[in-house]
């Protein structure tokens, strides 16, 4: 697989960005299960730009785990079996806070994240450090399975009703995370509709969320590994998305009336 490893601004050299991500307490996140072919190219790519690289072995069945023992400074959380992107996730932001970060890049380890776009986030986040920075990918370009498509506006769609922000690319997994911010709220889920509950939930503890173009690399279909499975986690995404809005209904649409009559007799 060919990776890009053109650099995002050449008036900036790597060594720039790496000593920013430290001095901002910035990671980068890499959650996996099986793709050994892909994974150590990702790695070493990141490495150029960022210093604290943290790999999230989620039960992998291959050469991973012997592969990741090989690996200098990168640090790694294994365990069995496979439990999900969303709990790899959510173990990933754990292990990281331990580890003293305040921040984290995801990057998936298929190689559809280029490095090179990793100085974006870092920009971006010198702005805005009460933020998910969500990677935006353009998902009219070649290759692009059509089952990701619409799962993306389908998850966009119901975003936007549970939360009023409008993103065009809600599935896309290279996001930075203010984990430090994300450490007290509890989440359910443990797949791929985990990438939607922390944004809902997220943007009720009033942490904004925002896009920034990137890059993207899609290989064929022959070539592609994807986890994802179209029927059963499009109706994890659809209960998920159920749930909040029965809670929006018989809660948080109650509690602001509540509070907005309570404040109104409160001023007279």
């Known amino acids: 697989m060919k990776i890009n490893t053109t650099d995002h601004n050449s008036n900036k050299d790597k060594t720039y960005y790496k000593k920013r991500a430290v001095a901002l307490k910035c990671c980068v996140l890499i959650p996996t299960y099986n793709n050994e072919k892909t994974l150590l190219a990702v790695i070493k790519n990141a490495q150029e730009y960022v210093q604290d690289i943290i790999v999230i072995n989620d039960g ?11 690996c200098k400074g990168v640090l790694v959380c294994e ?7 969303g709990m790899a996730l959510r173990k990933g ?8 970060f305040h921040y984290a890049i995801t990057m998936d380890s298929d ?8 100085p974006i986030f870092i920009e971006k986040l010198e702005e805005e450090k009460n933020a998910i920075i969500m990677g935006r990918r353009n998902m ?5 399975p059509s089952k990701s498509s619409f799962g993306n506006r389908f998850s966009s769609f119901w975003v936007y009703v549970q ?3 409008k993103l065009e690319d809600t599935q896309t997994g290279y996001r930075l995370y203010p984990i430090q ?3 007290s709220i509890h989440f359910l889920t443990r ?3 985990f990438e939607i509950e922390v944004l809902i939930r997220a943007n009720r503890r009033d942490i904004d969320i925002i896009s920034i173009d990137v890059d993207v690399y899609y290989p064929p279909p022959e070539e592609r590994v994807t986890h994802f499975r179209p029927f059963i986690d499009v109706t994890r995404i659809v209960l998920l998305n159920i749930y909040f809005i029965l809670g929006t209904l018989l809660y948080y649409i109650p509690r602001r009336i509540y509070r907005n009559l309570k404040k109104k007799t409160y001023n007279n």
């Open 181 to 183: 911010k994300l450490a």
């Open 111 to 118: 190689g559809q994240h280029y490095a090179k776009d990793i």
């Open 93 to 100: 932001f754990e292990y990281a806070y331990q580890q003293g």
């Open 60 to 70: 992998s069945t291959d050469r991973t785990s012997e592969m990741l023992s090989t």
């Open 163 to 165: 939360t009023g922000v």
């Open 140 to 144: 009219s370009q070649e290759n692009v």
């Open 191 to 193: 797949k791929y509709e």
């Open 79 to 85: 365990y069995t079996p496979n439990k999900g992107k």
